[in-house]
C-alpha cells in the first residue's frame, strides 16, 4: 500500500491549505477501509491525530481543529482529503496521512505545513 501526501506549503496565519493523500496498491478501493485520516507532528513534539474519517463515512476530529479542519474523502479518486481553514502558527507540523485496515497500519511520507506572516 502507498499513500503520497501533497498540498503542503507556507501559508500566513488565517490562511487556507487543503491536502491530499492518493492511496495505491493492494487497497483498491478506500471505500471499504476500515479508517483513514491525518495525524500531524510539530518539532519536538509526539504525532497526534488531527481528524480521521471511519468507513460508515462519520468523522472525528481533535478539539484544536474542530470547526477549522474538514476531512473528507473520494472513492472514485481514491484520496482523502484535509481542508484546513482558519490556519495558526501551532498548526505548523508535519502532516502524515495514515489508512487503518485489516489490522494493519499504513503511513505517507508526510507533508509540510507551516503558518507564519
Known amino acids: 500500500v502507498q499513500l503520497v501526501e501533497s498540498g503542503g506549503g507556507l501559508v500566513q496565519p488565517g490562511g487556507s491549505l487543503r491536502l491530499s493523500c492518493a492511496v495505491s496498491g493492494s487497497i483498491s478501493s478506500i471505500s471499504g477501509v476500515n479508517v483513514m485520516g491525518w495525524h500531524r507532528q510539530a518539532p519536538g513534539k509526539e504525532r497526534e491525530l488531527v481528524a480521521q474519517i471511519i468507513v460508515d463515512g462519520s468523522t472525528q476530529y481533535n478539539y484544536f481543529v474542530r470547526g477549522r479542519f474538514t476531512i ?21 507540523a508535519v502532516y502524515y496521512c495514515y489508512v487503518y485496515h485489516n489490522g494493519r497500519t499504513y503511513w505517507g511520507q508526510g507533508t509540510q505545513v507551516t503558518v507564519s506572516s
Not at 473528507?72 to 505548523?92: H, I
Request: net charge neutral; aromatic share 4%.
Open 72 to 92: 473528507s474523502r473520494d472513492n472514485a479518486k481514491n484520496t482523502v482529503y484535509l481542508q484546513m481553514g482558519s490556519l495558526k502558527p501551532e498548526d505548523t
